[in-house]
């Protein structure tokens, strides 16, 4: 009965005039962003956030939450018309999506794809709903050592899962954790790290980092590989799915929608683990394997719900723990703690309204999708073949102005600018700047919650092996490094003995 009072109240509040309008405004600018290939929702939550400085924390983080699963949507429309994938997690959804079109099917797998985003956005909603209560009150037991051990989990296992070099991982992390060490000490009230600069009294903001690396960088990187984009399109029709390609595609929206649930709430996975892996267990197991590539429907069904759900799912550890899964997350997760709100479990008990109004608001942000997207079709094929040299100048404009917003000084616009440089400069390295941002986030709270631990046990780190919920996180942490370190230090064994 309790979740049911808990829906009536998230209903009530996503059910508002301005949450429902911020909510349609976020899933269309997440739409809009998903087909525009480059600046994906990371860089455009991070350059929104300070949009929402003067919106309820409900209302803001409604509509950051639209924009994320709506460039999940975004992205497979011109995967599936232009072979142009907005979104990373929309790579496999190109491969039988744009086969079809070539067929004269555009429409059967644009429609598809919105039913089984739909489908797949609705069963993680009420996922989330059943699962968030027990976890948070699980959660609850934690003391600060076990918090500090859960951390030390998140970032570690952001290593094992970032793509590239377990070195450059671990080294970005580790930078990210420095740049949160920048302010002022918690406990004795004397700055650090802050080179004598009052603007660095106060650490460095949020946003700046995020809008530099994420927004400013991509920008850099799109500059640099710009390509012309033609888009030819005939009249797309036939939207409605056949009674055989309803048969077909069930047991694949299942089955993705299952993966993407699961994997969504790992660190690191989220939309484009779970696509790549719905789409690789849909070929292993479809009666249809040899149509994959060629136009299986199968091939857009499964992917789209499981990127769909694994966004979704995402929501749940950031939360019910607090603990970011992935960038977004992190996003996230500042944008909570913008609004005066301490992410963990008590947001649930503190502030019921914003933690089932954003469930809730997830459901009807996928109900706005499957209504608005397929009639504004014509209008996203439009913006692809607009030349990016003519969108940057505004995103830049757009990005000075609100971190010059932040404190209406032109130190954190300089400040972005660096960090946009740096930006760039990871992405030629093949650095990823996503476990920076989780260490930059997670360091502040991470220290504290150590310093709490050691001042509760009187300076004995002992603590963090005897409680055994703390105990068992970093147990698991260990183990998660050597299975992923273990490949690579028998690889590099390998090389040094044919050398």
Avoid at 6 to 24: Q, R, V
């Amino acid at each position: 009965m309790d979740l049911f009072s808990h829906l009536a109240l998230g209903f009530s509040t996503a059910a508002s005039a301005a949450n429902l309008s911020y909510c349609l405004l976020g899933v269309f600018l997440g739409t809009a962003i998903g087909v525009l290939p480059g600046l994906g929702p990371v860089a455009t939550i991070a350059m929104l956030l300070p949009v929402t400085f003067g919106l309820p924390p409900e209302t803001a983080l409604i509509m950051l939450a639209g924009i994320f699963y709506g460039a999940q949507y975004g992205g497979s429309t011109t995967a599936i018309l232009v072979n142009l994938p907005g979104e990373s997690s929309s790579v496999v959804t190109a491969l039988d999506g744009y086969q079809m079109a070539r067929q004269g099917r555009a429409g059967t797998a644009l429609a598809t794809a919105a039913i089984a985003s739909f489908f797949a956005g609705t069963v993680c909603t009420f996922l989330i709903a059943l699962a968030a209560p027990p976890l948070s009150e699980v959660a609850l037991k934690f003391g600060p050592a076990d918090y500090f051990s859960l951390m030390v989990l998140g970032l570690v296992a952001s290593i094992v899962l970032a793509s590239g070099s377990l070195l450059h991982a671990l080294g970005m992390i580790i930078l990210g954790l420095l740049l949160g060490l920048i302010g002022t000490d918690v406990n004795s009230g004397l700055p650090r790290f802050s080179f004598d600069l009052p603007e660095l009294s106060d650490g460095i903001n949020f946003v700046v980092v995020a809008m530099g690396v994420f927004g400013l960088g991509e920008i850099i990187a799109n500059l640099q590989t710009e390509k012309t984009r033609s888009v030819a399109l005939a009249r797309i029709t036939g939207l409605m799915p056949s009674r055989d390609d309803l048969k077909r595609i069930i047991a694949p929206i299942l089955r993705g929608t299952a993966l993407g649930s699961s994997l969504g709430i790992l660190p690191g996975g989220g939309a484009m683990l779970s696509s790549f892996a719905a789409y690789s267990l849909e070929k292993k197991t479809s009666k249809n394997s040899a149509q994959f590539g060629k136009g299986a429907i199968e091939g857009v069904a499964a992917p789209e719900a499981a990127n769909n759900a694994g966004a979704q799912a995402s929501f749940i550890p950031m939360l019910t723990l607090g603990i970011p899964s992935n960038p977004v997350m992190a996003l996230m997760i500042g944008a909570l703690i913008m609004h005066g709100i301490q992410p963990g479990p008590q947001v649930m008990v503190e502030q019921p309204a914003l933690f089932w109004g954003l469930v809730v608001s997830m459901w009807i942000g996928n109900l706005f999708l499957l209504i608005l997207n397929l009639p504004l079709i014509g209008l996203w094929v439009k913006m692809i073949s607009v030349p990016y040299h003519f969108l940057y100048p505004a995103i830049l404009v757009f990005c000075g102005i609100g971190v010059f917003s932040l404190s209406n000084t032109s130190f954190d616009v300089f400040m972005m600018a660096g960090f946009g440089v740096l930006g760039y400069v990871f992405r030629k390295l093949d650095c990823e700047p996503a476990p920076m941002m989780l260490g930059f986030i997670l360091g502040p709270m991470m220290e504290e919650y150590l310093r709490r631990a050691m001042l509760m046990s009187k300076g004995n780190a002992m603590v963090l092996v005897t409680r055994p919920i703390s105990a068992t996180l970093l147990a698991v942490s260990a183990v998660a490094l050597v299975v992923v370190l273990l490949p690579a230090l028998r690889k590099k064994r390998e090389e040094a003995f044919k050398d």
